[in-house]
């Protein structure tokens, strides 16, 4: 051993002096695919980036702190362009985002506060103010995850997803709040003025208008977001980050918002990189910060058990609340600020801030796993689950009835609604059916004369609450855009007692073969199959012009 710490001495030192950026890069890049070799999210592979990056002597800089400012604020503003005021205001929303910090802010405050009385160290420090602080920084879920975790499994628009996003942002408010009450100095008066933020939206709405679909569609984003939302904010006093998520909001009625949160997709994950690796970077842990650390994150079934029996009290189904629950299992960045300026004010002490970031950095690590394949763990403990749920269902969780169809076009986005009218006109419309997670969607098919109604594909409890039989259905047509939902729709459907025609949408070779081998007949590769579709849908037009002879009013010469 002590041969050996010279030479790691060396190793740290060598490192140390490396340009910061780019040696973050490479190792957020090496530990991001070694991630997803071993089957886990890459953002946990960036997380033990930044640990080891920390372990060889390198520290955040500035660079890396804005990079991860700029993700959170592209985050918090593509969550506003897909969310609705009316969402905030359902009691299962803001009645279990209230109650939660509630209970846990008087749950977890007298425990710490209780073995303050018989802890060392930082435990032992702890007054009453304190561990109430320590217990309302524990309180907040990771927004950054939450969003992340949906996005990846194309769960965003599910009742759940709704759900989950509508309690972070909730959340996020009361933190913004306890931020702006905290600071040393006080918003601007200015800060009244950014109600005339609204006045700009008719000027936006035009310009997003015009500005087409390549390189301006995103800049127009970028400026949205960190320009006029995160900048106006900051002038005045107030959170950037709140900023980002108002002009989101602002945005959203904008038919062009989904097709902009799309354009920013790409710069969103890069940037939130550098978040994660921040995390990692934030300061050297000691065995006290982790023993402590440990502890808390033993302490998160606690918060996801809270979260799904408030949720099952608000009219959710089992389904719907456990996976709601399992993404806002983990511990929050916000909550990393919140303690930080507490620690900064003198009302906590600063080794809290470090215990804070490595709760927060494990519980994103740990829960990874689980939120890759949460329909399977739902499977596994549905029966028991279901016990906790009301005999009243959430309007948006009541059985399903499908009538005498007997083909479903299960997501109806652009594809799906194309291959629904196709079969219509081909087999009648009372034989077709369409099903759409997005209740805002179902709405709008239903007003232009579609029979469409609302259901979850990926949902294990599906079958079981359609209540025609399941011979009725002889083929189903999986169009929904992200693959994992239309395979695991594939496995749901293998597993019941359907044997009619199962056909799947994908965009990937590798995608269409997985599908084909899991039992589907027949898959769409949209990228691959797009050429020969375009030439067959204009080849009776295109044929006069080859050949005069096949137009009959067109004479050859």
Known sequence: MPEFAPAFAQVTALFADLPTVPLAIALAFVFGVGARFLGLPPLAGFLLAGFALNGLGVRSNAVIKEIADAGVMLLLFTIGLRLRIRTLARPDVWGVASLHTLGTLLGFGAAMYALASVGPGLLGKLTPMAAALIAFALTFSSTVFGVKVLDERGESNALHGRTAVGILVIQDLFAVMFLTFSAASAPSPWAFALVGLILLRPLLNALLDRVGYRELLPLFGLFTAIILGAGAFSLVGLKPDLGALVMGVLMAPHKRSEELSDALFGFKEVLLIGFFLDIGLSGKPTFEHLAIAIVLVLLLPVQAGLFFLLMTRFKLRARSAFLAALSLSTYSEFGLIVCAVSAANGWVDEGWVMVLAMATSLSFFLLSPLNIKPHRLYQRVHRFLRRFERKTRHVEDLPLEIGDATIAVFGMGRVGTGAYEYLRRRYGADLVIGIESNLEKVAQHQKAGRNVIHGDATDSDFWERVHAAPHHLKAVLLAMPEYRSN?????????????????????????ARMLKAAGVHAVFNMYAEAGSG?????D???APVLNPALDPGTTSA
């Open 487 to 511: 395979m695991y729709a594939v496995q749901q459907i293998k597993g019941g007692d359907f044997a009619g025609f199962l056909g799947a949408l994908a965009k990937f070779s590798d995608q």
């Open 534 to 538: 375009f030439a067959a849908s204009v």
């Open 540 to 542: 009776d037009a295109m």
